[in-house]
Each structure stands twice: as structure tokens, then as C-alpha cells.
């Protein structure tokens, strides 16, 4: 089994072309697999739906004009 990716790769994404969750789910299986696991500053073992639930629910991600877009206001920089 392959270790977790830090979340922050999925944000980078974002940070370099906003997205439709389904082009960010496209390019997050492109990038890391299908079967990828994710790992946060504190917490493990996120799936892709549980990860995007934790950055909307934790306002790292907004949603405008049909793309998602990383709130850098709050983004730890690490």
C-alpha cells in the first residue's frame, strides 16, 4: 500500500487551474490513482469525497461561476 499524499497536492491543483469537481476529480485520478488516500497537517486516511467534504466544510475551497478555487485566507503555508 502506498503511503497518503498531503492534501495540499489537491489544493495546488486548484491553485494552478481552477476547476469543475468533475475536472478536479479527473485530474486528481490522473495524477494519484484511483484507490489514492489523502492525509491532512493533523488528520488521515481521506478519501477524494471525504477529502473535498473536509475543504468545503473548512471553507479551504469556494465555488464560483461553476469552478472551485482555493481560499488562500484559509490555507496554512507549510
Keep these: ?17 481552477p476547476m469543475s469537481e ?7 485520478t490522473n495524477e494519484f490513482g484511483q484507490d489514492v488516500r489523502f492525509r ?7 478519501d477524494l ?3 473535498l467534504a473536509f475543504f468545503i466544510k ?6 464560483a461561476e461553476g469552478k472551485w478555487h482555493v481560499n488562500a485566507a484559509r490555507i496554512c503555508n507549510h
Design 1 to 17: 500500500m502506498s503511503s497518503e499524499i498531503h492534501a495540499h497536492a489537491v489544493l495546488n491543483l486548484l491553485k494552478e487551474c
Design 22 to 28: 468533475p475536472e478536479l476529480r479527473h485530474a486528481v
Design 40 to 46: 491532512t497537517c493533523k488528520l488521515s486516511g481521506f
Design 49 to 51: 469525497d471525504a477529502l
Design 58 to 63: 473548512r471553507d479551504k475551497i469556494v465555488q
